[in-house]
C-alpha cells in the first residue's frame, strides 16, 4: 500500500514566518489533500490538489505538486500562533476497480508558531 | 449544522476487555469511514461504508474488529477482545456524494487505551 511521508516531523517557527512542509508518496494518485489537526481536535481539510495540477492557493496557503517527482508541498505565509497544529498530506488513489476512495495519510508534520 | 460526533472521547480498558465506538456522521452522508492512529504513527484506514454497506473493508486489521452502521446512519466499532496493540486514536468521518474528490469531514477521535 502507498505511504506518505512527511518532512520535516517537527517544525518551530517564530510568528509571521513562513513555513514550508513536504509530503512524498509513492503509488500513483487522483489527487492530494492537506489536512489539520489541532490537539485533541478532528482532522480539519484544508486544500485538494488534482494530479493534473502543479499549483493551488487558498489564502495563505499554496500547495504545490509534482508527479514525476511524487512530492507535494504545503506552504503556509506570514504564519500565527493559531497556525500551531499538525498538518497531514493525504492521497486519493482509484485502484483497478475505481471505487476505492479511502485516504492514505503521511506520518505528520508537527508545526509550533511561536508568538 | 452539526458536525461527525464519536463517543466516547477517550475509553480506557484492560487487555481482553470489550470496547464499542460509536460514530454519528453529519447528516445526509451515505459514505462514512474508519481511521486509526497507533502510537503516533499515519492514521491508516480500516474500512468503508455506503449507507449500510461495507464498501471496502480491506484495512481491518483482524477479526477482532467488527464495523456495523445498521440503518445507514450511525456506525459502531467494537474491538473484542481488545489487545494491547489497539491502543490509538480512532477516528471516523463521513461525506457525500459519489466523487473522489469528496472532502471527508472528521470526528474528533476516539482516544483508546488498553492496559
Known amino acids: 500500500s502507498q505511504q506518505g511521508e512527511e518532512d520535516p516531523q517537527a517544525l518551530s517557527i517564530q510568528e509571521g514566518e513562513n513555513a514550508t512542509m513536504n509530503c512524498s508518496y509513492k503509488?500513483?494518485?487522483?489527487?492530494l489533500q492537506w489536512y489539520r489537526q489541532n490537539s485533541g481536535r478532528g482532522l480539519v481539510h484544508l486544500i485538494l490538489?488534482?494530479?493534473?495540477?502543479r499549483e493551488k492557493h487558498s489564502g495563505r496557503l499554496r500547495v504545490t505538486l509534482d508527479t514525476s517527482k511524487k512530492s507535494s508541498s504545503l506552504l503556509i505565509t506570514a504564519s500565527r500562533a493559531a497556525d500551531t497544529a499538525s498538518y497531514f498530506c493525504?492521497?486519493?488513489?482509484?485502484?483497478?476497480?475505481?471505487?476505492?476512495?479511502?485516504?492514505?495519510f503521511g506520518s505528520g508534520t508537527q508545526l509550533t508558531v511561536l508568538p | 449544522e452539526a458536525g461527525v460526533t464519536q463517543f466516547p472521547s477517550h475509553s480506557v480498558i484492560e487487555k481482553g476487555q470489550t470496547v464499542t465506538l460509536r460514530c454519528d456522521p453529519i447528516?445526509?452522508?451515505?459514505?462514512l469511514y474508519w481511521y486509526r492512529r497507533v502510537m503516533g504513527k499515519e492514521i491508516k484506514f480500516l474500512l468503508h461504508?455506503?449507507?449500510?454497506?461495507?464498501?471496502?473493508e480491506s484495512g481491518m486489521p483482524n477479526n477482532r474488529f467488527l464495523a456495523e452502521r445498521t440503518g445507514g446512519t450511525y456506525s459502531t466499532l467494537k474491538v473484542q477482545p481488545a489487545e494491547l496493540e489497539d491502543s490509538g486514536v480512532y477516528f471516523c468521518?463521513?461525506?457525500?456524494?459519489?466523487?473522489?474528490?469528496?472532502?471527508?469531514?472528521f470526528g474528533a477521535g476516539t482516544r483508546l487505551s488498553v492496559l
Open positions: 468521518a463521513s461525506s457525500q456524494g459519489i466523487s473522489h474528490e469528496h472532502i471527508q469531514y
Open positions: 503509488t500513483s494518485i487522483n489527487n
Open positions: 490538489i488534482r494530479s493534473n495540477e
Open positions: 493525504a492521497t486519493v488513489f482509484l485502484g483497478g476497480s475505481g471505487s476505492a476512495r479511502q485516504l492514505t
Open positions: 447528516s445526509g452522508h451515505d459514505n
Open positions: 461504508f455506503v449507507k449500510e454497506s461495507k464498501q471496502d
